[in-house]
């Protein structure tokens, strides 16, 4: 039988990396198996679900690569068989309407917090008689319909990342809601717990795998399940994302939907590889760095840690700039080129172009930093403190040297002419190398750090720009 997972995100809100990492470990496991994998928005709460966070999902997912099988499905065009599954359930005597008003809910709570005890129904409209519950109508109360949980009864699964886990009936908050309030004999809207369990029934879900979050509703939902003589899946609850400070990833922590990081610049490869990790880790001799397909193909669900995983900017850092090391120059361009657009920044010639991204490839960490480090290249940039108190007696001549050199013959620099220009004002002046070296940093660079110098005056050349700098230092005292 084949294998067949899901994601199904509420779409209240932007795509979360806690959601993006469930995806994709739903996505490896059916990859891994040669299974499906399957996407239902769970769009039922119509205060809540917004059109454009869905819109925002589904790019999302396909931004990262993690794109789904078969036509989504949207739960909302499922309600009223959800409803025909909650009247089953109150024709078998597994549920049953619950008049109990918000007012008298408030007042048990309240009592319950008194004496120290964990919100809990009641449950005492478990047993109303037909004419208790005419009576209750006519008078105009709303009702909720309630699964009955009797408080005796263990629930136990076999997660395959936590092993066996037990739930008792009696921490289950009493009997469960499945709609919302209504008036007369109507059903109100499903709830999640059961319109998840008639949906991944109905997709022939094998695999549930979400958040450690679902642990109660999994105990829920095997009730339903078994009161509607459905075959269970496989449960899997994956660990929580935490912050720094180990608390679960939050909105608090500013940067949390896909989004955020896709606007700073790393790349969707990278955040998937970087995803896996948080919970998953490669075998010890395994490079961390793989795309997808390699991912998915050591993926288990069982080596799955149980503890929470930290989220480390410095890790996701590391792993973005080794994707970015990885990639054809020629991908990079256009990626580099669409920075500089926004900039209107024109590369010289093509070949230029491919040859600055070949030489900032190895210096970046996000996209974002192609601004940054080809600015110099582009516009004349400014000399920061460091260059200023550099740019002293002996600089100034390594650069008048240099200038002197540069003005007679009209030289195109290549790495070698570069080389042996730095050698030969050194020589001839007794100067330092490091000095000249240094000197020119300045002059292009405006400060004491940048790419590889010889290469980089390669490109200056192409436009005299390496004149053009120079001679600013010399211009300013
Ligand atoms: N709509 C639920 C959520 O977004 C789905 C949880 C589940 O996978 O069952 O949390």
């Known amino acids: 039988m084949e294998n067949r997972l899901r994601l199904a995100p509420s779409p209240t809100g932007l795509l979360h990396i806690g959601t993006a990492r469930t995806a994709l470990f739903n996505w490896l496991y059916a990859k891994k198996t040669n299974g499906k994998f399957l996407l239902r928005i769970e769009d039922t709460d119509t205060n809540r679900s917004k059109s454009e966070f869905t819109e925002n999902i589904l790019n999302g997912l396909n931004w990262l690569g993690l794109t789904w099988d078969d036509d989504l499905i949207r739960q909302s065009t499922r ?11 109150l024709d078998q005597g597994f549920a049953y309407r619950c008049f109990t008003s918000e007012e008298e809910i408030k007042e048990l709570r309240e009592e319950q917090k008194l004496n120290g005890l964990p919100p809990k129904h009641d449950n005492r409209h478990r047993s109303l008689t037909k004419e ?88 829920k939902q095997i009730l339903i399940y078994k009161a509607l003589n459905y075959k269970l899946p496989i449960f899997s609850h994956t660990p929580l994302i935490l912050n720094s400070e180990g608390k679960k990833l939050s909105k608090r922590d ?46 288990e669900l069982t080596d799955v840690n149980k503890a929470g995983a930290k989220f480390n900017w410095e890790k996701l850092n590391w792993i973005n700039s080794q994707h970015i090391k990885k990639m054809q120059v020629n ?69 008048e040297k240099i200038y002197e050199l540069l003005n007679q013959e009209d030289i195109h620099v290549n790495t070698t002419v570069a080389k042996n220009l730095i050698d030969k004002v050194s020589l001839e002046n007794s100067l330092k190398k490091g000095i000249v070296m240094r000197s020119l940093r300045v002059a292009f660079f405006g400060c004491l750090s940048g790419p590889d110098l010889v290469k980089s005056w390669e490109l200056f050349s192409a436009n005299k720009d390496d004149i053009k700098r120079i001679q600013r230092c010399l211009d300013t005292n």
């Open 79 to 89: 309600i009223e068989i959800h409803k025909s599954v909650i009247n089953k359930l």
């Open 132 to 219: 208790e519950i005419d009576k209750f109508i006519a008078e105009g109360r709303s009702s909720v319909i309630r699964f009955k949980i009797n408080d005796d009864q263990e629930i136990t699964w076999e997660d395959q990342i936590r092993g066996e886990i037990k739930w008792r009936g009696k921490d289950l908050g009493g009997d469960m809601v499945l709609s919302r309030r209504s008036f007369g004999y109507d059903i109100g809207s499903p709830l999640y717990n059961l319109a998840v369990v008639v949906d991944d029934n109905f997709m022939e879900i094998t695999h549930v795998v979400r958040g450690e979050d679902h642990i109660s509703n999994t105990a």
């Open 254 to 299: 500013s940067v949390t939907s896909i989004d955020d990081f896709k606007k700073m610049g790393y790349l969707p490869k990278a955040m998937a590889n970087y995803m896996a990790l948080l919970g998953w880790s490669v075998k010890p001799d395994d490079n961390e760095i793989q795309n997808l397909d390699e991912i998915a193909k050591n993926f």
């Open 331 to 399: 991908d990079l361009y256009e990626i580099f080129k669409k920075y500089w657009q926004e900039k209107a920044w024109k590369p010289h010639t093509n070949k230029w172009g491919l040859e600055l991204t070949n030489l900032l490839q190895d210096s970046i960490t996000v996209l974002n930093d192609i601004v940054d480090q080809s600015a110099p290249f582009f516009v004349m940039p400014n000399i920061d403190n460091d260059g200023e108190v550099f740019l002293e007696e002996n600089s100034k001549l390594s650069l």
